[in-house]
């Protein structure tokens, strides 16, 4: 039983080598194709670090986090649903060896879903003291399914290709007979608004923010790109 299944192994192996070789001996040509889109993110993750530091001791790290729950209610955001604590830490060690003082701190993370909300927070942060604010990532729910679509445009671009080199010399492509895809998603997340700074609030006054029309605000897009090579035959 054995030595039948051995020669078995052996005859498909000889078989597919065959296969493989015959291919290969076949003329073909390698082109890779790209193709990418733009899409607006609807997934931002916002980070806020609450430091009794920043209030030199007169509030605890526990009333920051009401004052903060409070705010973020207030505009529209679901603290239950959106808002999760990171980290939390302090400064005990440092107290040890300098006599410095004891602050804690608090890092969160804050989910909103386009570019207004995101200014909102910002805005509704700074105005209870709180500055250390920062987009930590941006995503699109949708991108798995738009880099599906963009890795047809990328196939059949690699292919046009192919015809471009094959058609002076009189010959057509055949079929594929290798195609690798590389994944290549790049986000651009310049950490900026469009018409606001993510870091500039603290320049404007309370009345210029009242007189900013926040519609014409949002985020850079997200470019979705991909890559493939591809074998194609010459016949």
């Given at each position: ?5 051995l ?47 920043d ?42 060896l ?51 679509l ?20 009189n ?15 790049t986000k ?7 018409g606001i ?18 519609t ?10 991909t ?9």
């Amino acid at each position: 039983m054995k030595e039948l299944l051995l020669t078995l192994f052996l005859l498909f192996s000889i078989h597919s080598f065959s296969q493989d070789k015959n291919l290969i001996d076949k003329p073909f040509i390698e082109t890779s194709g790209k193709a990418d889109t733009l899409v607006m993110p609807d997934k931002i993750w916002i980070n806020v670090l609450v430091t009794e530091k920043d209030f030199k001791g007169k509030k605890s790290v526990e009333e920051l986090e009401q004052e903060m729950i409070q705010k973020l209610e207030s505009i529209g955001i679901n603290t239950q649903k959106d808002l999760t604590l990171n980290y939390m830490s302090s400064n005990f060690k440092n107290y040890l060896l300098k006599q410095t003082d004891i602050f804690k701190s608090k890092s969160y993370s804050i989910l909103v879903t386009n570019a207004k909300m995101t200014a909102k927070v910002f805005i509704g942060l700074e105005e209870i003291g709180i500055s250390n604010v920062r987009i930590d990532k941006i995503e699109n729910t949708e991108e798995k399914k738009i880099k599906l679509l963009i890795n047809a445009k990328a196939i059949l671009n690699a292919k046009k290709i192919a015809e471009s080199f094959a058609k002076p010399l009189n010959q057509k492509i055949g079929n594929a007979i290798q195609i690798s895809n590389l994944d290549d998603i790049t986000k651009l997340s310049t950490g900026m608004l469009r018409g606001i700074a993510v870091t500039g609030y603290s320049s404007k006054s309370d009345e210029d923010r009242s007189s900013n029309n926040d519609t014409n605000i949002e985020f850079e897009k997200i470019k979705i790109s991909t890559s493939v090579q591809a074998r194609f035959l010459l016949e």
